[in-house]
C-alpha cells in the first residue's frame, strides 16, 4: 500500500484556522473510507472527522462539530481538514488514514484503518 501523506500543520495562536491536507494514490482513495485523527503526548489516539470518498458521507467527533470541516478532492485524490476556531486543546499530531470500509461503518474506530500517514503537528497557543 502507498502510504498517505499530510501536510499543512504548524502553530497557530487560539481561534486561528489551519487547513491540513492529505494526498493518497487514486488505488488507495476510490470508494473507500478516510480520516482524520489525532493523538496528544501522553493522551490516546482519538478520531476527529472521517468521510466515506465514495459518496461523501461525513462523521465528526462531538469536540470539533462546527468547528472543523473535512472535505475531499477527487479529481486529486486528496483529503482535506479545515479547522477554525481552534483552541490549545486540540494542539496534537493529526494523522490521516485510509481504511476499506463501507459507508456504514466509516466512522472513527482507529482499529477499523489499516493505511496510516506520518502525521502533522498541530500546535494551537492560547
Known amino acids: 500500500q502507498v502510504q498517505p501523506v499530510e501536510s499543512g500543520g504548524g502553530s497557530v495562536q487560539a481561534g486561528g484556522s489551519l487547513r491540513l491536507s492529505c494526498a493518497a494514490s487514486a488505488y488507495t482513495y476510490a470508494r473507500v473510507c478516510t480520516g482524520w485523527f489525532r493523538q496528544a503526548p501522553g493522551k490516546e489516539r482519538e478520531g476527529v472527522a472521517s468521510?466515506?470518498?465514495?459518496?461523501?458521507?461525513?462523521y465528526y467527533a462531538d469536540s470539533v462539530k462546527g468547528r472543523f470541516t473535512i472535505s475531499q478532492d477527487n479529481a486529486k485524490n486528496t483529503l482535506y481538514l479545515q479547522m477554525n476556531s481552534l483552541k490549545p486543546e486540540d494542539t496534537a499530531m493529526y494523522y490521516c488514514?485510509?481504511?476499506?470500509?463501507?459507508?456504514?461503518?466509516?466512522?472513527?474506530?482507529?482499529?477499523?484503518?489499516?493505511?496510516w500517514g506520518q502525521g502533522t503537528q498541530v500546535t494551537v497557543s492560547s
Open positions: 488514514a485510509v481504511g476499506l470500509l463501507s459507508p456504514k461503518y466509516c466512522t472513527l474506530v482507529a482499529g477499523d484503518f489499516d493505511n
Open positions: 468521510i466515506y470518498t465514495g459518496g461523501g458521507s461525513t
